[in-house]
């Protein structure tokens, strides 16, 4: 076919502009690090990849959601222990100053020591992780227990903080105080057997070991140990939602190591690849300019005319 | 007979020269865009018989000179320049549109959504907290803000759009009185090869029009080109029709092309095509934003409605928009700048430190809201990755067009195209010829000269 001398340097020139688009490209992707920089360099990747990174930014808040949790559900714990801790105290206390053979300066520091497992147990009920109440319920902003007048008022309400750690059900990470401290909420009391608080029994139990009453103060010892235990089966139900936490944590792991891998995948450039390309399409241009630069040194008919 | 051999030698000097002058000319024109070559025609000029009974001719004539065009590569390269301008405006303007919507990173609203739920998340993990609240707020404002300047860049972009077509438009009814105006010339000079730098400037023009609205061209023996947009037949020897721009029926403040009440005329392709198409690709992204807008800010609300804030306030908006554009005119709800407190995270008054309806408000991010079959952050995802795919099939036909035309143009130019190498030689045959053509003349002079001493 018969060649132009201005089509030569016009495909010359369309030649040369592909290369130079070519290694402009690869020069782009490299210094980005990524494959796909737009949604049109491979829109199925651009799916899969904007997928991945919801997914990672749902996990990264579901991590922060969850590690609050493991902080409240650790508070309530320790809150938990403590209470269970002194109901104890005051439920020893008390079978001692019950038992036979106990002086009367050994029963008044028994009532004593129940007095004081009261104060003991508002402490307790006003436990903080950071600046929430983590037995005030959903009102977990405002100390929940106050001694007033002889008993104990509690403030807060009957919700129950949970996280969302993406798996399953919420996870309850913290417990109301009247669910703890078996206040009425007006649907009925957490243990129904007690028809009182914690408060309320430890202040009756202490009048009966004052005034002697053994027999009615054993039965508000075993309401107290029935309470006790409640507060115990609670321990195990915030452990369980600790372990709860863990597995979201780690099955948080395994989908943001999903997600990253999936982004390795089909976001990253292989840099190895990528410099290996970009090194046959550099030796490739140099080729075709020293073809280029032979092909116009080349003499012409009009050299050689008189 | 010395006689008419010097006349034999002088037609030949002449002819050489006549092809020297088109080689030169030739040459002076490699360069200059549409030129096509032109070859000298040469003739024998038959003699009558002498007087020994035979004829040796009288010498060469240059007859003509003929443009080396191809009538039917010309054709299929307006054909194909049509299609590609069509196919490149469509790919630059989708191209542009890609970097208005997907941002320098091919994100696009994806990070400023997943802020806003993020910040829902907070919410639902401390209600009660100031900052996780105010962040939902300024996390919003962000999105909105984005969201606001993606519609008004894509309002841009077609305003921009319309200009070019308006700017378009008046260059195509240019060219087509320019057609015109060559026809007349054309066929005044005496038809096709007697002006033939013409017919080069009429090709060219024809070469932009078919680039601008896809017409196509068929010289009649005359020298005059009809040309054709689509079905309607738009020059006809000196007259022209005139593409007229017309209100578009569905946005009067933008136009459209019409030829003879036809709109937008069947059959028209190029530039023009391609910029009422990326309109409409603009449109129905702009669509979809104001639809994804007004998805988001009822999902969003809907919830928000059902849920108390910090002072127990209920079925508070946390968004609030206009519905006959809710893209440009999202918002966060004035309320809730006033006082984030009034975000809704608790289902029930009177419990700060329930954090159910933020941690629905934050489930928006993966599950579809009431009625709807996708979430919103897959709903932008595949907005963004159908955008891609259409940018994607544009640059591809835009790219098979462009190799398309740029192989006919070679294959165009094999014929049409001005060698230099091919000139010289024919440069030097023709000096060759016009010095063997003197060398003639000076014997047939001699000859003439030698007879008229005889006698002497």
New interface residues.
């Given amino acids: 076919?018969?060649?132009?001398?201005?089509?030569f340097y016009?495909?010359v020139a369309?030649i040369l502009v592909q290369g130079q688009k070519d290694l402009g490209g690869m020069t782009v992707a490299m210094s980005s690090g990524k494959r796909?920089?737009?949604?049109?360099?491979?829109?199925?990747s651009?799916?899969l990849i904007?997928?991945a990174?919801?997914k990672l930014?749902?996990c990264?808040?579901?991590r922060?959601?969850t590690v609050?949790?493991q902080q409240l559900a650790g508070a309530t714990e320790q809150g938990l222990q403590k209470i269970s801790g002194d109901l104890g105290d005051a439920i020893d206390a008390a079978r001692r100053a019950i038992g036979s053979g106990i002086s009367d300066q050994g029963r008044a520091a028994s009532v004593a020591e129940v007095r004081s497992a009261i104060e003991a147990l508002v402490t307790a009920g006003n436990t903080k992780s950071g600046d929430?109440f983590v037995f005030?319920?959903?009102?977990?902003?405002a100390r929940p227990f106050e001694l007033s007048g002889g008993g104990v008022t509690y403030a807060g309400?009957h919700?129950q903080?949970a996280?969302?750690t993406g798996y399953g059900t919420?996870c309850p990470v913290t417990f109301a105080g009247s669910d703890v401290f078996n206040f009425d909420p007006g649907t009925g009391r957490s243990v129904p057997k007690v028809d009182a608080d914690v408060f309320t029994v430890l202040n009756q139990l202490a009048t009966a070991l004052e005034s002697g009453d053994n027999e009615t103060a054993a039965e508000l010892v075993d309401d107290l140990q029935l309470l006790r235990d409640h507060v115990v089966n609670l321990r195990g139900s915030i452990g369980s939602s600790a372990l709860r936490l863990e597995a979201g944590l780690d099955a948080l792991e395994r989908s943001e190591l999903r997600c990253q891998a999936l982004l390795e995948e089909h976001e990253t450039l292989d840099i190895a690849d990528a410099l290996t390309r970009y090194s046959a399409a550099e030796t490739a241009y140099q080729a075709l300019l020293s073809t280029i630069t032979s092909v116009l040194q080349m003499p012409?008919?009009?050299d050689?005319?008189q | 007979m010395s006689i008419k051999a010097l006349q034999i030698a002088s037609s030949a000097l002449m002819a050489q020269r006549a092809t020297i002058e088109v080689a030169s000319h030739n040459i002076a024109n490699?360069?200059t865009p549409g030129y096509v070559?032109r070859s000298i025609l040469l003739s024998p000029v038959p003699g009558e018989q002498n007087l020994i009974g035979v004829s040796s001719g009288r010498g060469v004539t240059a007859s003509g000179i003929r443009r080396m065009s191809d009538a039917l590569l010309e054709a299929q390269i307006e054909y194909e320049t049509g299609q590609w301008g069509r196919a490149s405006v469509l790919c630059e303007d989708l191209?542009q549109l890609?970097?208005l919507l997907?941002g320098p990173?091919?994100?696009g609203l994806?990070?400023q959504l997943?802020a806003l739920?993020?910040s829902f998340?907070?919410i639902?993990?401390?209600p009660?907290a100031t900052a996780p609240r105010q962040l939902a707020v300024s996390s919003a404002q962000d999105l909105c803000n984005s969201l606001g300047e993606c519609i008004a860049n894509l309002h841009n972009a077609i305003q921009s759009g319309d200009d070019l077509l308006v700017s378009r438009t008046a260059r195509a009814n240019e060219l087509l009185g320019l057609v015109a105006q060559f026809n007349a010339q054309i066929t005044a000079n005496g038809g096709p090869g007697a002006a033939a730098d013409l017919e080069d400037r009429r090709a060219l023009a024809m070469q932009e029009l078919s680039r601008l609205c896809g017409a196509t061209g068929a010289v009649r023996d005359n020298g005059a080109m009809d040309v054709f947009i689509g079905g309607h037949h738009v020059v006809s020897y000196g007259r022209s029709e005139q593409l007229e721009l017309v209100a578009d029926p569905t946005n009067g403040t933008l136009h459209t092309v019409s030829l003879k009440g036809e709109v937008p005329p069947s059959g028209m392709d190029g530039a023009l095509l391609g910029a009422l198409d990326s309109r409409d690709t603009m449109r129905r992204a702009l669509a979809d934003l104001n639809l994804f807008a007004g998805q988001l800010a009822d999902a969003v609300n809907a919830i928000h409605r059902t849920g108390y804030g910090l002072d127990d306030s209920t079925g508070r908006d946390f968004f609030s928009y206009d519905p006959a554009q809710p893209g440009a005119t999202l918002s966060v709800h004035t309320d809730i700048i006033a006082d984030p407190s009034r975000i809704a995270s608790?289902r029930a008054a009177?419990?700060?430190?329930?954090?159910s309806v933020a941690?629905a408000l934050?489930?928006l991010?993966?599950n579809p809201p009431s009625g709807g079959t996708s979430s919103l952050?897959?709903m932008?995802?595949?907005f963004?990755?159908?955008?891609?795919?259409d940018?994607?099939t544009a640059?591809t036909r835009m790219e098979a067009r462009e190799d398309l035309v740029?192989a006919l143009?070679?294959?165009y130019?094999?014929?049409?195209?001005?060698?230099?190498?091919?000139e010289?030689?024919r440069?030097?045959t023709a000096q060759d010829a016009y010095l063997a053509a003197q060398k003639a003349a000076q014997l047939a002079l001699e000859i003439i000269d030698l007879t008229l001493t005889i006698g002497e």
């Fill in positions: 076919m018969r060649i132009g001398t201005r089509a016009d495909s369309r796909v920089s737009v949604p049109s360099d491979d829109p199925a651009c799916l904007s997928r990174r919801t930014a749902l990264d808040s579901r922060r959601a609050q949790g929430r005030g319920g959903y009102s977990d902003r309400d919700g903080l996280v969302n919420p012409t008919l009009f050689g005319l | 490699v360069n070559r191209e890609e970097g997907a990173d091919g994100s994806r990070d997943n739920f993020d998340g907070e639902a993990s401390d009660g608790a009177g419990q700060p430190g329930d954090g941690s934050e489930a991010r993966t952050t897959e932008h995802t595949q963004l990755a159908g955008l891609g795919q940018v994607q640059r740029a143009q070679t294959r130019s094999s014929t049409a195209g001005v060698s230099l190498d091919e010289a030689l440069l030097a």
